[in-house]
């Protein structure tokens, strides 16, 4: 049975490789609605350029944790329990943790979607730009003369290659339902990440 391959990535155009003709779909249950939900992020649907929107929901949900983990966490230094580097690990760590949790949904609600939809990798599914952008802003610094300019680059280099997708993204994409989706723009977050690593590094000697 041939499928067809889509992407919600605007600069890689969908690919045909057949026509997938099945029998009338059932009535949508509750778990398909969450799955499209999760997976579509409210901006799945939008006509043009969902892969961007999705990384602006990215950004959104990034910018929401952060605030409430550094509020947490320097809330709890103001009773003496920890200093500015505990703050910022704490802050990473809670990051990493939230991250996780939306890859791991983003995987089973994108594999759900496309049994769904009955093609590869749909684009309306933006989950995976979510984590992915989120990702890459990860390593944006607390100082706001620094942050502002190392957001920026963070959004631009997460996009840049999750339309490249260097080594080994184009090989993880290939995996099987979810896990190909979700798979590709994490690497382009990690790459994205260690560029705004090495840019915040080149910025102390200038």
Request: aromatic residues 12%.
């Amino acid at each position: 049975m041939s499928t067809i391959k889509e992407s919600s990535d605007e600069l890689n155009p969908p690919v045909v490789s057949g026509i997938n003709i099945g029998p009338s779909r059932p009535a949508r249950t509750t778990k398909d609605y969450l799955a499209l939900t999760i997976a579509t992020c409210g901006v799945g649907y939008l006509p043009l350029a969902p892969g961007t929107w999705g990384s602006l929901v990215g950004i959104g949900l990034y910018a929401g944790v952060r605030g409430l983990a550094m509020k947490v966490f320097f809330d709890g230094s103001a009773g003496g329990n920890f200093n500015l580097l505990h703050i910022y690990y704490g802050v990473i760590a809670f990051e990493l943790v939230v991250v996780s949790a939306v890859a791991l949904a983003g995987i089973w609600a994108a594999s759900h979607v496309e049994r769904l939809s009955a093609r590869k990798d749909p684009g309306k599914v933006v989950i995976d730009e979510v984590a992915g952008q989120f990702i890459a802003f990860i390593p944006v610094p607390f100082v706001l003369e620094t942050a502002w300019w190392t957001a920026i680059l963070a959004f631009i280099l997460f996009r840049f290659f999750d339309i490249v997708k260097p080594y080994p993204a184009r090989r993880l994409e290939s995996l099987p339902g979810g896990l190909g989706i979700m798979a590709d723009d994490v690497v382009a977050g990690v790459y994205a990440a260690l560029g705004v690593m090495l840019a915040v590094c080149a910025s102390w000697f200038v």
